[in-house]
């Protein structure tokens, strides 16, 4: 999960809020995977800002600005959804740009596998967070892990000739066992993920 943070100032009631999302979180040989990609794009020489390996996600769902009280309610029904799942077997796989070629905006690599499983998480997830005052999102959804964000106009004919030479990219599959609440937090560095709450799929104690 990556984009524009700006410091969250407190709610109404004075109540100090936080920027949270929910995501699936990548094993360590899917992260040594992309890295690897993201080294053979950066020899297009694109303008862009790289997502740090450790920061990239597969985001389910974005909240926002959240109260800390309400960290328990979205986490309890988090909980309760994924007590309903099983684990997901997925893989990154092609790369593309949002919104596309002419207009490259975000540089992505997509996802495989069980989607049909992961779009069920999803809406399960969108109508449990509702319950609890979440904002409903109910665009298409499309799985999609970013690796990076250009840095003003790219060129058409090289992001197309990026996305021909790398669209049969695809990674080991890995297994997608728990749905994670994460904080948001701009520092310096760049943006920083604090995880808040885990919940594994199909119930248990997360490890």
Known sequence: MAGTHRPTPPGNNGEKQVRTFVAIELPEAIRDALTGLQEKLR???????????????????FIGDTAVSRIDSISGQMAAVAREQGPI?????????????????????????????????????????????????????????????????????????????????????????AIHLFESRLSPGGAVYTKLASCRLGGGPET
Request: charged share 25%.
């Open 89 to 177: 077997t997925l893989f990154a796989r092609s790369v593309g740009v949002f919104p596309g070629a002419r207009r490259a905006r975000v540089l992505w690599t997509g996802i495989g596998g069980a989607i049909d499983r992961l779009g069920i998480l999803k809406v399960d997830l969108e109508d449990g967070l509702a319950t609890v005052g979440c904002v409903r999102d109910d665009k298409r959804f499309a799985g999609h892990l970013t690796l990076a964000r250009f840095k003003g106009a790219a060129d058409p004919d090289r992001v197309v000739s990026m996305m021909e030479q790398f669209g049969g990219f695809a990674s080991e599959p890995f297994t997608a066992d």
């Open 43 to 61: 020899e297009y020489g694109f303008r862009a800002s790289w997502t740090r390996p450790e920061n990239i996600h597969l985001t389910l769902k």
